[in-house]
């Protein structure tokens, strides 16, 4: 079963910078699009940043120019390279696969907590 390890998050202040990390336990990680989603308490989940298998990225409005995703196929780890965070950042990010629908396990997720 594929597992997903998330890490990086944490508690900031307003306009400082956080990485997250996602382990993945696939050995077919390298061809399938991976992505980065977040919930925030009392809203749905949803889509950040999501990467191809060929490295194209896109982001959700709300993260353009801030946000960075990329991935490392040697090391089966996808990233997250959050700038210039804002308190309506604050959430739980998961990654999960980026394919419209089809998801692995979630795994824990890690909390951002920004603060004003």
């Known amino acids: 079963q594929v597992r997903l390890v998330e890490s990086g998050g944490g508690l900031v202040q307003a306009g400082k910078s956080l990485r997250l990390s996602c382990a993945v336990s696939?050995?077919?990680?390298?061809?399938?699009?991976m992505a980065w989603y977040r919930q925030a308490p009392g809203k749905e989940r949803e889509l950040v940043a999501a990467?191809?298998?060929?490295?194209?990225?896109n982001y959700a409005d709300s993260v353009k120019g801030r946000f960075t995703i990329s991935r490392d196929n040697a090391k089966n780890t996808v990233y997250l390279q959050m700038n210039g965070l804002k308190s309506e950042d604050t959430a739980v990010y998961h990654c999960?696969?980026?394919?419209?629908?089809?998801?692995?396990?979630w795994g824990q997720g890690t909390q951002v907590t920004v603060s004003a």
């Open positions: 999960n696969l980026g394919e419209g629908g089809s998801y692995y396990p």
């Open positions: 990467v191809s298998r060929y490295g194209s990225t």
């Open positions: 696939n050995n077919i990680f390298s061809i399938r699009a």
